[in-house]
């Protein structure tokens, strides 16, 4: 299915933006994407998000959708004939959707500052390694109860917190190419096995970022700037 008039403004490094992109693979759904380069707010941007000026933004039609994980549901709220992203029960989605605002607000957070951090060639600071170690251990406590024995958070396929979670798995790559394991056979088996699950989905294999490139752009450009990728 081709949409003429669905466009997504990012760039191929930020995980927020690959969101957006997994969501419309899910639903087989055709946008144009329009790339921004990092640390340049184009006109087009600034224009469709003037509150925060930064991407991913889901432009379908002449309507502008802001922010990552609200563009995941009204995707998956507008194209209704595709897979379900978020799950039907209420309580389900309430938890995924408690699992999104922690990853945004507490763990990716601790995850940009080490990968900043081995950028620059400095060590990891200590606080960030635990907290982000401590929350991925909540993960897979939370992927033994959300996925109720299956491959995904979401059962059999990816759903919303599986897309939250697994834009990031590029970043913790690059991460682990400094030593640190994070996803660890024996202390995380269960999100191990989700992780190869999911970036082998036909949904995610095109659009996540291959770990080299993304490891040389973080040394090149967030080691200058400090900024976050989803700016």
Known sequence: M???????????QSPLVMRTRIALNI?????????????VKSDLLIKSNPVYKKFPVLIHGDKPICESLVIVQYIDETWTSGPSILPSDAYDRATARFWAVYIDDKWFPALFEIAKAQAEEAEAEA????????GTALFEEAFQKCSKGKAF????????LDIALGCFLAWLRVVELNGLTILDAEKTPGLVGWAENFCAD?????????TGKLAKFVKGRYAKTGAPPST
């Not at 081709?2 to 191929?12: P, T």
């Not at 639903?27 to 640390?39: A, D, N, T, W």
Request: with cysteine; proline share 2%; aromatic share 10%.
């Open 27 to 39: 639903k087989c759904v055709g946008y144009q994407f329009l790339e921004e380069k990092v640390g």
């Open 153 to 160: 958070f979401g059962g059999d396929s990816i759903g919303f």
């Open 127 to 134: 606080e960030a390694v635990k907290q982000l170690l401590a």
């Open 2 to 12: 081709a949409e003429s008039d669905l466009k997504i403004l990012g760039a191929w």
């Open 202 to 210: 036909s949904a995610v294999k095109e659009v996540m970022p291959e």
